[in-house]
T-cell receptor, first 110, second 113 residues
Framework: GQQVMQIPQYQHVQEGEDFTTYCNSS?????IQWYKQRPGGHPVFLIQ?????EVKKQKRLTFQFGEAKKNSSLHITATQTTDVGTYFC??????????FGTGTRLKVLA | DADVTQTPRNRITKTGKRIMLECSQT?????MYWYRQDPGLGLRLIYY???????NKGEISDGYSVSRQAQAKFSLSLESAIPNQTALYFC????????????FGSGTRLTVV
């Protein structure tokens, strides 16, 4: 079945440094979503990417969807302590249900 | 009030017991989902329902069952709980059609001893 992997599993950065998490699917995706889960909280929807090669920005966050629609990345510029949490990608291969990646836990050291 | 409400928030139960986790939503969404979260494994889909008469198994449905009592209610049951079902369980909803993000409940932390 479809699998979605994320790397790295953990990342510690100094406040102000950049951060990137990568998402790779075993199958071609029709679209991909990104979520953020704060410690002790629930996942919150951030964004969806649909088109091959699509790039979207939300303030300091940049999301990319690969040309082959099998991978995606989330890049945070100049991290802040408010960025702490686990970031998940979730891919839909056309079945209208999303398979979540394993997540990347981000810690930001002040 | 929360858009997606899960009860209970925390539960400790014994091996072999039947337990039900409940989810209700005020979003008016047709689609509802149950996921479990384990450290290092992300969120794994247990069951999903695209409307009241539509129930589908997800990645890890063994040992679980669900009931969609109404558009707004979707319950998850563990027929005979076992320790490796100890996890954080999330209910989520979404609108009909591709491309809508999920709205998650606050989760139920279940411990099976």
């Amino acid at each position: 079945g479809q699998q979605v992997m994320q790397i790295p599993q953990y990342q510690h950065v100094q406040e102000g440094e950049d951060f990137t998490t990568y998402c790779n699917s075993s199958t071609t995706l029709s679209n991909i979503q990104w979520y953020k889960q704060r410690p002790g909280g629930h996942p919150v929807f951030l964004i969806q990417l649909v088109k091959s090669g699509e790039v979207k920005k939300q303030k300091r966050l940049t999301f990319q969807f690969g040309e082959a629609k099998k991978n995606s990345s989330l890049h945070i510029t100049a991290t802040q302590t408010t960025d702490v949490g686990t970031y998940f990608c979730a891919g839909d291969s056309g079945t209208y249900k999303y398979i979540f990646g394993t997540g990347t836990r981000l810690k930001v050291l002040a | 009030d929360a858009d997606v409400t899960q009860t209970p928030r925390n539960r400790i139960t014994k091996t072999g017991k039947r337990i039900m986790l409940e989810c209700s939503q005020t979003k008016g969404h047709d689609r509802m989902y149950w996921y479990r979260q384990d450290p290092g494994l992300g969120l794994r889909l247990i069951y999903y329902s695209f409307d009241v008469k539509d129930i589908n198994k997800g990645e890890i449905s063994d040992g679980y069952s669900v009931s969609r009592q109404a558009q707004a209610k979707f319950s998850l049951s563990l027929e005979s709980a076992i320790p490796n079902q100890t996890a954080l369980y999330f209910c989520a909803t979404s609108e009909r059609g591709r491309g809508y993000g999920y709205t998650f409940g606050s989760g139920t932390r279940l411990t099976v001893v």
